[in-house]
DNA sequence: TAAAAATACTCCATAGGTATTTTAT
DNA sequence: ATAAAATACCTATGGAGTATTTTTA
């Protein structure tokens, strides 16, 4: 058995078909196929169901299949350890990044992380925490720059800066009332939030209720954007972490972002990553870049709201 | 790359010398020497510091070790899988056992185990309670054989059977006492134990200080044989578990074995393995034949101090 | 009768062998 | 001077190709 066959075990998972599997693998379906003839005999099991149409892996596959998946995950692994030890600043990193930090961060940090690193090659995904925290250990990405903190026994977590929240309202929404917006100011507001997935959701849920509002029940907006367009049309209000908030108030001329009340609730970002990544100076030095690109932003649009964690 | 380099690696790892490894490899000295090397080009980076006297991973090769084993231990998994479909009572398992059961439960079990799976091959190594926990992690064996619960996240567990303890005494050392052994009974008696690191050591300690006796300072015994061995001449006293119990009964003629007063002290031993095993449900039935066995063997004795557990 | 997988065969890249040289104490 | 690793060169297994046949909805 080598490395490829597995792989052409996981294209036939993934295509349920011999040719599909061969394009992908880049190879002849004849060669799939007789390779994969071979890894059966060899290991004495069927691997597939051959169905009329196409292909389904057998159980024997799918529990070979699963080792398979580790097995090509620890060789990616072994080759980027190759590449890190060329030049330990180049080589890729893939970073899963949550939806309601990505669009807001990364365009002001981006040179910076270039300029920092001029031959790393940085590819993005915007994915949810559970999906981040699921994808770092299928060593699918390498790092994930989200909320703190996430718990996980076997991933190390690196707080980057925090960020306080506002509420977001229509265009002169506030009327008379006086800031900062307390509980007795959010009496009677319509609290609109982000579907469930969304660590947002949460956070913004959790301080809400510690301020006694409720949830609007027959709604719940798919994507940031959506929330604000909701918002725009006044119906209704939502906490926003500053990120998302100095965007919007360079943006959005229809909505208003105020500021709450003390205990200002706030949440933390950061980087997670495998423990004792033989990367963890880059990811650290990679944090140092971003907060440095933060304090630039803040400092850039005379707000002193976030405060930088002290290391 | 394919997964003989990967051997390789390992095997240098382990003998710091190419010939040596070569040999272990069961290839020439030039064939490891010539792959090895290319495989050094492939990553682009030295896996060894060439010493006078043998070579020394370099720390992209102690890195790239890491990843080899693990590969190495999913690929054996495959094969095992494998064997296991085409035969799912035959194959290969590797039990780890701790001391204070091996010898007097497994010749017991053997005939049994042999019978209830005729084309299974056993390995049995004995093991301290951390090394089994180690070596499942690590997949170097299939199966732990030992005094629950660990309480390890990623391991199932599943009793077998409860033992009680007894105190093992030099012969005619009761004097005029009286049974059962209860907490003034122990008074004044040398309390000797296992090194530590041995599982009975700590249930043993936890059951005389429950009865606030405390060890005897100046000896740890590095075997139960030599434990044996001290009570008989008469030095000490020490609890057992029911299985070395009935064994002493019938061996030492100079070793007395006495029921604790209640709650009568218990441990359970039971099997561990990988959740989610493709093997369960044989672990499952080789607990059952294990349990069929120690109850025999306890009728034998006319005793019925072993519970067995209800399923 | 079409689409998909399996078979037949050919080719060459490379893992592995033996013989030998180089290197370092 | 000796032990160990590297190099040179040869062999043969097997991975991958093209052309073709078999299978089955």
């Known amino acids: 058995m080598n490395f490829r066959d597995l792989e052409y075990l996981i294209a036939l998972d993934q295509h349920g078909h011999f040719g599909k599997a061969a394009q992908e693998c880049h190879v002849s379906q004849p060669t799939l196929s007789g390779q994969f003839k071979k890894l059966e005999q060899e290991l004495g099991v069927l691997l597939l ?13 799918k529990a070979i299949l699963e080792r398979a998946k580790r097995i090509t995950a620890e060789l990616n692994q072994i080759h980027e350890i190759g590449r890190f030890h060329q030049n330990p600043r180049a080589g890729s990193l893939r970073i899963g990044v949550i939806p309601t930090v990505g669009p807001y961060l990364l365009p002001h940090c981006l040179k910076n992380l270039r300029k920092g690193f001029p031959e790393m ?65 959010l009496l009677n507001e319509q609290l609109l939030l982000l579907e469930e997935g969304h660590c947002l959701r949460d956070q913004a849920l959790k301080l809400c209720q510690d301020r006694r509002m409720s949830e609007m029940t027959n709604f719940r907006a798919s994507s940031i954007e959506t929330l604000r367009a909701m918002i725009e049309i006044g119906e209704g209000v939502t906490p926003v972490p500053e990120l998302i908030a100095l965007a919007w108030m360079q943006q959005a001329a229809e909505i208003d972002l105020l500021p709450f009340s003390t205990p200002v609730p706030q949440r933390e970002i950061g980087l997670i990553y495998a423990k004792h990544s033989i990367r963890r100076e880059l990811f650290n030095e990679l944090a140092d870049i971003i907060a440095t690109s933060v304090a630039t932003l803040i400092k850039k649009t005379s707000k002193r709201s976030i405060t930088l964690p002290v290391y």
Chains 1, 2 share one sequence.
């Open 49 to 61: 169901d051959r169905k009329a149409k196409g292909v389904v892996l057998s159980e024997a596959g």
């Open 121 to 185: 090659k940085y590819y993005f995904h915007e994915m949810k925490t559970n999906e981040i925290i699921h994808a770092l250990h299928e060593r699918r990405i390498d790092l994930g720059l989200l909320a703190l903190s996430v718990h996980e026994e076997r991933l190390e977590e690196k707080v980057i800066y925090k960020e306080s929240f506002y509420l977001a309202v229509p265009k002169g929404h506030q009327g008379g009332k006086a800031l900062p917006v307390n509980e007795k100011w």
